[in-house]
Every structure is written in structure tokens, then in C-alpha cells.
């Protein structure tokens, strides 16, 4: 019996097949859950990197951000007409730009981070503690494994 290329040998779609589906429906329902917020899921995702991390240039918050550094720079002037975030000039490199989060994007980004708990506590509903636990190890196992670690 011939099976299609996202099924295992028992018809059942693949680990890579399901994770990609995750992947689309998490990203499709946490975009619409920042909806009201007026944030997009691409500028949460950035205002994340930079509650993390500080202050971060462009290109590097791009690539944590999973996209390219020309959209990561139109999201920024976005995020700067805002008021979430300001560029400044980085006194170790003449011509590297900064990206900083304002008061107002911290704001923003808090606000953000109660919707992504309350989506995260749904989406892993009926799961023991000890079942997420599990998850989180293997998905991070699985990300090991792809970077060669």
C-alpha cells in the first residue's frame, strides 16, 4: 500500500508533519489572540527578544525574530511609531543601530505576555504537569538534535 510522504509506514502522519500543523495553528491562534492588543505576532515575538536580551540590533532581532532583516526593519519603524521601541546609534559600532524597548512597549509587552499564558494554558489543557514537563524536554531535545548538539 502506497502512503503519502507526511504519513509513516502505519498511515499516520509523521512527527515533522504534525509539528509544521503545531507550528501554523499556534502561530494562527496566538496572532489572533494579540489581536485586540493591536500587536501582531511578529512584533510580540520581537518585543519579546527585546524584553529578554536588551537593547539588540537589527539584524540579530531579525534572526531570533525568524525573519528576514528587511521585514524585522519595517516591523521596527512600525513598533518606533508606536512608541514601543526607539533606535539609537550603538557607541561601540559607528554604524550599528540599537533597537530598545520604551516604558510604553514594556507596557505592551506584559499586556502581550497575559494573552500568551492564557493561549498556552488552553492550548496544554488536560495535561499533567508532569506530561508538559516531558514535552518541553523533548521538544527541546529535538532542537538539539537538528542544531548537531
Known amino acids: 500500500m502506497k502512503h503519502e510522504p507526511w504519513e509513516d509506514g502505519s498511515g499516520q502522519p509523521t512527527v515533522s508533519y504534525n509539528i509544521g500543523r503545531l ?18 505576532l511578529p512584533q ?19 534572526a531570533r525574530s525568524f525573519i528576514s532583516p528587511q521585514a524585522a526593519n519595517q516591523i521596527v ?5 508606536h512608541g514601543w521601541v526607539t533606535k539609537r546609534n550603538d557607541p561601540n559600532h559607528g554604524r550599528m543601530v540599537l533597537i530598545e ?20 494554558a488552553g ?16 521538544v527541546q531535545r529535538l532542537l538539539d538534535n537538528l542544531r548537531g548538539g
Not at 123 to 138: I, N, R, W, Y
Open 23 to 40: 507550528d501554523r495553528l499556534v502561530s494562527q491562534r496566538l496572532g489572533e489572540a494579540l489581536k485586540p492588543l493591536g500587536v501582531s
Open 44 to 62: 510580540f515575538t520581537m518585543l519579546s527578544n527585546l524584553q529578554r536580551r536588551g537593547a539588540t540590533a537589527n539584524a540579530a532581532l531579525a
Open 77 to 81: 519603524n512600525t513598533m518606533v511609531e
Open 101 to 120: 524597548l520604551t516604558d510604553s512597549g514594556r507596557d505592551v509587552f506584559a499586556r502581550c505576555m497575559k494573552e500568551a499564558a492564557a493561549f498556552e
Open 123 to 138: 492550548m496544554l489543557q488536560g495535561l499533567t504537569p508532569e506530561s508538559v514537563m516531558m514535552f518541553k524536554a523533548t
